[in-house]
């Protein structure tokens, strides 16, 4: 079975630090990984992931994938109380219902 | 203008009834899915339906059933509900299987069951 772990699982920090949050993954036939943020409702998509050592960038987020050593990280840089939310990590492998497994996420608080 | 929309968004009900949750989708994407998230924010697929093709996660329990009348719409019908299913669940779509880019979620509909 497809496994995605992610961690820490929360963590605090004050505004102004940088993050980082990290996810691996066991999956048979990868095919891609994904970075959601979930703040009350919907997860919205933060970056997709699929070529190894290439990073993803937007504003203060940006994200990269080692395939060889199986895992992703995602770096907030000068966060602020606005980051403050559930980040999931998902892996696409096409197995399973054909749908993205996800991790359990990290609940990341910013303190002001 | 929403892209993914269900309702309703929230669904209280007593243990043993049926219920329906509907998604619909102004997107475009061929398929379509169903996840569930429990107490601990876990996001687990149930189902996913492309072009008639339906794939179930097989922990799924066969109460719950997925029913699509036209490529936009995938409801999910759920037969004698159990306090087990209390969670929210999330309709998504995507332009096709395996494309991650473009996989857009729906604002959830949280199930209460009593």
């Known amino acids: 079975e497809d496994k995605v772990v992610q961690s820490p699982l929360s963590l605090v920090v004050h505004e102004g630090d940088t993050v980082t949050l990290n996810c691996s993954y066991e999956v048979t036939n990868f095919r891609s990984l994904l970075w959601y943020k979930q703040e009350k409702k919907a997860p919205t998509f933060l970056f997709m992931l699929?070529?190894?050592?290439i990073e993803k960038k937007s504003g203060r987020l940006s994200s990269i994938l080692d395939k060889k050593e199986l895992f992703s990280i995602l770096n907030i840089t000068a966060t602020q109380t606005g980051d403050s939310a559930i980040y999931l990590c998902?892996?696409?492998?096409?197995?399973?219902?054909?749908?993205?497994?996800f991790g359990k996420g990290t609940h990341l608080i910013i303190q002001p | 203008d929403t892209a993914v929309s269900q309702t309703p968004k929230y669904l209280v009900t007593q243990m043993g009834n049926d219920k329906s949750i509907k998604c619909e989708q102004n997107?475009?994407?061929?398929?379509m899915y169903w996840y569930k998230q429990d107490s601990k924010k876990f996001l687990k697929i149930m189902f996913s339906?492309?072009?008639?093709?339906?794939?179930i996660n097989e922990t799924v329990p066969n109460r719950f059933s997925p029913k699509s009348p036209d490529k936009a719409h995938l409801n999910l019908h759920i037969n004698s509900l159990e306090l087990g299913d209390s969670a929210v669940y999330f309709c998504?779509?995507?332009?096709?299987?395996?494309?991650?880019?473009?996989?857009?979620f729906g604002s959830g509909t949280r199930l209460t069951v009593v």
């Open positions: 699929t070529s190894s050592g």
């Open positions: 339906y492309n072009n008639k093709e339906l794939i």
């Open positions: 998902a892996v696409y492998s096409g197995g399973g219902a054909d749908g993205l497994t």
């Open positions: 998504a779509s995507s332009q096709a299987p395996g494309v991650g880019y473009g996989y857009t």
């Open positions: 997107l475009g994407h061929d398929t």
